[in-house]
T-cell receptor
Framework: QKEVEQNSGPLSVPEGAIASLNCTYS??????FFWYRQYSGKSPELIMF????GDKEDGRFTAQLNKASQYVSLLIRDSQPSDSATYLC???????????FGKGTTLSVSS | GAVVSQHPSWVICKSGTSVKIECRSL??????MFWYRQFPKQSLMLMAT?????????EQGVEKDKFLINHASLTLSTLTVTSAHPEDSSFYIC???????????FGPGTRLTVT
């Protein structure tokens, strides 16, 4: 059973702070990892994906992957109230297959 | 970017009736479409994988005779919930992939309420 684990939160940070979201997974063979943001009542939207060990930066977002530790994280710098949402970690067990999602971490950014 | 639409965006139906949900890729050909279901405060759970021109592959525990999936063209997949019951009330989301690329493009979802 391939599993993706996330702390459900809520994670509360003040505006301008760094929010750190974490995810662990059980399938050591998984190659690609994704972070999605989901607002209440809406469909997930892709923030970024990562498939190599290390860091990947895109604007205020940085994804970090450590395959040896089976750990992937998302850092959000200069958090804004509009970043308040549920963040879903997902992995792709094999290329072309469906994604497996974690339960998500709820982030609340206070102004 | 690639756009996936779903119709309807929300639907209310009576118990025992059937509901059809459409998922369309608007500007690309989707060789594979996925159907997910999301209950309140839960994550997305994969229901089935649909490849154009072939039968859908259902996940364990998903009744294929209840959730009929048709992927008749490279831009359209449909999910029909037959004999719907209140426990089928959920948020149904499709996603589409153009070949073996990294990204799945998600539709906006369909909120189904069965009374």
């Amino acid at each position: 059973q391939k599993e993706v684990e996330q702390n459900s939160g809520p994670l509360s940070v003040p505006e301008g702070a760094i929010a750190s979201l974490n995810c662990t997974y059980s399938d050591r063979g998984s190659q690609s990892f994704f972070w999605y943001r989901q607002y209440s009542g809406k469909s997930p939207e892709l923030i970024m994906f990562i498939y190599s060990n290390g860091d990947k930066e895109d604007g205020r977002f940085t994804a970090q992957l450590n395959k040896a530790s089976q750990y992937v994280s998302l850092l959000i710098r200069d958090s804004q109230p509009s970043d308040s949402a549920t963040y879903l970690c997902a992995l792709e067990p094999q290329a072309g297959t469906a994604l497996i999602f974690g339960k998500g971490t709820t982030l609340s950014v206070s102004s | 970017g690639a756009v996936v639409s779903q119709h309807p965006s929300w639907v209310i139906c009576k118990s025992g009736t059937s509901v059809k949900i459409e998922c369309r890729s608007l500007d690309f050909q989707a060789t594979t479409m996925f159907w997910y279901r999301q209950f309140p405060k839960q994550s997305l759970m994969l229901m089935a994988t649909s490849n154009e021109g072939s039968k859908a592959t259902y996940e364990q525990g998903v009744e294929k005779d209840k959730f009929l999936i048709n992927h008749a063209s490279l831009t359209l997949s449909t999910l029909t919930v037959t004999s719907a019951h209140p426990e089928d009330s959920s948020f149904y989301i499709c996603s589409a992939r153009a070949g073996r690329t990294y990204e799945q493009y998600f539709g906006p979802g369909t909120r189904l309420t069965v009374t």
